[in-house]
């Protein structure tokens, strides 16, 4: 069975919405592009390192339209092992509508999500889901993920959709490897579901370790 790895950039706040371009979600939304300042060589090395092994890219409507129009002339310079990478892999859109699905190796994921993610567990892998935060609401409120890569950069914004926003249910997650921090303050968490739901305690009665 494959793994279903979810790949967020978040603020401090969570806000998960158009971290890399003006023009991903300008609707009601000032700070699109929040991410660039924040940027640097460390973040992009581990973001190409958590790619390793995809073979799958799995997406929301809008995620998929801004990636169709960027990424498949990206075959050459900076961006180009990840455009090549993209434009290689199996893409699938997960959307109520109808999609233009012109990116080549692309298809249309059926209406039955949770019975189609599973498919593609089955069918793949490491599919990698990318920004599409609605999807990603569905997601985790179904289980339906493996991993989680969650960038925090040491910006709070206060407005925007965010990354657990009304899709989450009660989980315990076990982190994979120490967090990475970048020379910006941002810090990737690699996590990785567990079994069974948070538990509860009295912190009164616990031996915290602490001096009396």
Do not use: C
């Amino acid at each position: 069975m494959g793994t279903i790895h979810i790949d967020l950039f978040a603020t401090l706040d969570l806000v998960g919405q158009a971290p890399g371009d003006p023009e991903e979600d300008p609707e009601g939304f000032e700070f699109g592009g929040w991410q660039a300042p924040v940027f640097d060589e460390i973040v992009g090395r581990h973001i190409g390192a958590g790619m390793q092994g995809m073979d799958a890219l799995l997406l929301g409507r809008r995620t998929y339209d801004i990636f169709a129009a960027f990424w498949p002339t990206q075959v050459d310079g900076v961006d180009g092992e990840v455009g090549r990478l993209f434009n290689r892999i199996p893409k699938y859109v997960a959307s109520r509508g109808n999609p233009r699905l012109d990116w080549e190796g692309s298809s249309q994921v059926g209406p039955d999500l949770v019975s189609a993610v599973r498919a593609l567990r089955d069918k793949h892998e490491h599919v990698h889901v990318m920004g599409s935060l609605n999807l990603v609401q569905t997601l985790l409120r179904e289980r339906l993920f493996d991993r989680l890569d969650l960038w925090i950069f040491p910006i709070v914004l206060g407005v925007g959709k965010k990354v657990f926003d009304g899709g989450a249910v009660p989980a315990n997650l076990t982190l994979l490897e120490p967090p990475v921090t970048s020379s910006t303050g941002a810090v990737l968490l690699r996590y990785g579901v567990a079994d069974g739901v948070p538990g509860s305690g009295d912190m009164r009665r616990e031996d915290r370790g602490l001096d009396s």
